[in-house]
């Protein structure tokens, strides 16, 4: 594995995250089975052996069994805590009945949520508390006062946000004293509108690009570290096409599957070193539960794509050479 250096709030944190979203037995109300810990273990172990050390969850995953069956492998194997960095995040609130999906980053929500996540993690401490989604409702004093005091308990060590704006992270920045240290958002080779925004600047097609300008930047000044979510891009590249496949995609995947053997790796590692190529050096958040995808996964720290390379993955996945 290259060492890459990942931002200095915790300097030992492999580049490639796991994104524990589908572990715990699926989005319904089934308790968690032994077979659900027994995946939820040997998934971690892999992780682990394969130099993959932070582990990224959120209160709502599988309605809160995600982190439950976490939990539950941490209480049996309490060695394996102080080999990880956890992060989870708050903010999405599911009713008991799931009925009205709302965001709410109210002191009352925040505290109980953090209070929970810690519960079902059977842990003291979430080394990151990312606050998942921004809330239009949300009373910044009032948050940021209920924020403090859960960190001066030590109920998490450092603060961080997904899914924002540069100016919505330096709102908040603006009344916590806490350092911001991440942000986590959408990027793949499918979802490359991070890149989009970048050239296509006071230009029509830059319209369409749904990612806020001068986040990257913003966060780089600021020291921030950007994680991406959904980085595989659900496998669409590597083996997992979805319905109606596009010209563009058909092109791409090809192109993924000869880079994986020119570059002597596999199609998952290239679809990951591609946003690992970026050079504001983004951490992926891998979401397979796949014991040979998450090996695969691994390999990508190691595999340097040329420039070229890396502009050609891009053309065919917009589908038309850069303007
Ligand atoms: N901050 C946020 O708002 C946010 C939102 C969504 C996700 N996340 C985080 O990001 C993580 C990853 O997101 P994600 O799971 O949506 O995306 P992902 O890592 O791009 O994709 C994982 C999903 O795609 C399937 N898949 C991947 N490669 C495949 C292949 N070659 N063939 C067949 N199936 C393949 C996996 O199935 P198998 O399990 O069968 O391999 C799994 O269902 C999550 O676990 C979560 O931690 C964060």
Same mark, same amino acid.
């Given at each position: 594995?290259?060492?890459?250096?990942?931002?200095?709030?915790?300097?030992?944190?492999?580049?490639?995250?796991?994104?524990?979203?589908?572990?715990?037995?699926?989005?319904?109300?089934?308790?968690?089975?032994?077979?659900?810990?027994?995946?939820?273990?040997?998934?971690?172990?892999?992780?682990?052996?394969?130099?993959?050390?932070?582990?990224?969850?959120?209160?709502?995953?599988?309605?809160?069994?995600?982190?439950?069956?976490?939990?539950?492998?941490?209480?049996?194997?309490?060695?394996?805590?102080?080999?990880?960095?956890?992060?989870?995040?708050?903010?999405?609130?599911?009713?008991?009945?799931?009925?009205?999906?709302?965001?709410?980053?109210?002191?009352?929500?925040?505290?109980?949520?953090?209070?929970?996540?810690?519960?079902?993690?059977?842990?003291?401490?979430?080394?990151? +508390?990312?606050?998942?989604?921004?809330? /239009?409702?949300?009373?910044?004093?009032?948050?940021?006062? $209920?924020? &403090? #005091? !859960?960190?001066?308990?030590?109920?998490?060590?450092?603060?961080?946000?997904?899914?924002?704006?540069?100016?919505?992270?330096?709102?908040?920045?603006?009344?916590?004293?806490?350092?911001?240290?991440?942000?986590?958002?959408?990027?793949?080779?499918?979802?490359?509108?991070?890149?989009?925004?970048?050239?296509?600047?006071?230009?029509?097609?830059?319209?369409?690009?749904?990612?806020?300008?001068?986040?990257?930047?913003?966060?780089?000044?600021?020291?921030?570290?950007?994680?991406?979510?959904?980085?595989?891009? +659900?496998?669409?590249?590597?083996?997992? /096409?979805?319905?109606?496949?596009?010209?563009?995609?058909? $092109?791409? &995947? #090809? !192109?993924?599957?000869?880079?994986?053997?020119?570059?002597?790796?596999?199609?998952?590692?290239?679809?990951?070193?591609?946003?690992?190529?970026?050079?504001?050096?983004?951490?992926?958040?891998?979401?397979?539960?796949?014991?040979?995808?998450?090996?695969?996964?691994?390999?990508?720290?190691?595999?340097?794509?040329?420039?070229?390379?890396?502009?050609?993955?891009?053309?065919?996945?917009?589908?038309?050479?850069?303007?």
């Amino acid at each position: 594995m290259i060492e890459l250096p990942i931002h200095d709030y915790y300097p030992q944190a492999s580049q490639l995250i796991y994104g524990c979203m589908n572990l715990g037995g699926g989005w319904n109300s089934d308790a968690v089975t032994d077979g659900d810990i027994r995946q939820a273990q040997e998934i971690i172990e892999t992780c682990l052996e394969h130099k993959i050390n932070v582990f990224d969850l959120a209160d709502i995953y599988t309605f809160g069994k995600a982190e439950e069956v976490f939990g539950k492998v941490l209480k049996a194997n309490p060695s394996l805590r102080k080999n990880m960095m956890l992060q989870t995040k708050i903010g999405i609130k599911l009713t008991p009945t799931h009925e009205v999906k709302q965001y709410d980053l109210s002191p009352e929500w925040v505290t109980t949520a953090v209070n929970n996540c810690l519960k079902r993690l059977q842990s003291d401490n979430i080394d990151v +508390l990312f606050l998942h989604r921004p809330d /239009p409702l949300m009373d910044l004093d009032d948050t940021a006062e $209920a924020l &403090t #005091k !859960l960190h001066k308990q030590g109920k998490f060590t450092h603060l961080a946000v997904s899914n924002m704006h540069a100016a919505q992270i330096a709102w908040l920045q603006s009344a916590i004293s806490i350092p911001i240290v991440a942000n986590q958002l959408q990027m793949s080779l499918e979802h490359a509108d991070f890149v989009e925004e970048t050239i296509t600047t006071n230009m029509k097609e830059g319209c369409n690009s749904g990612f806020p300008r001068g986040t990257l930047e913003f966060c780089e000044q600021q020291n921030m570290q950007i994680q991406a979510w959904s980085s595989l891009a +659900l496998g669409k590249y590597s083996g997992n /096409p979805g319905e109606n496949p596009t010209e563009a995609d058909v $092109a791409t &995947t #090809k !192109l993924v599957s000869q880079l994986a053997n020119r570059y002597s790796s596999n199609a998952n590692a290239v679809v990951l070193a591609w946003l690992m190529k970026h050079p504001i050096n983004i951490q992926p958040v891998v979401g397979t539960t796949n014991i040979k995808r998450i090996k695969e996964c691994a390999q990508a720290p190691k595999l340097q794509l040329s420039r070229d390379d890396w502009y050609l993955l891009f053309e065919k996945a917009r589908g038309n050479e850069v303007p």
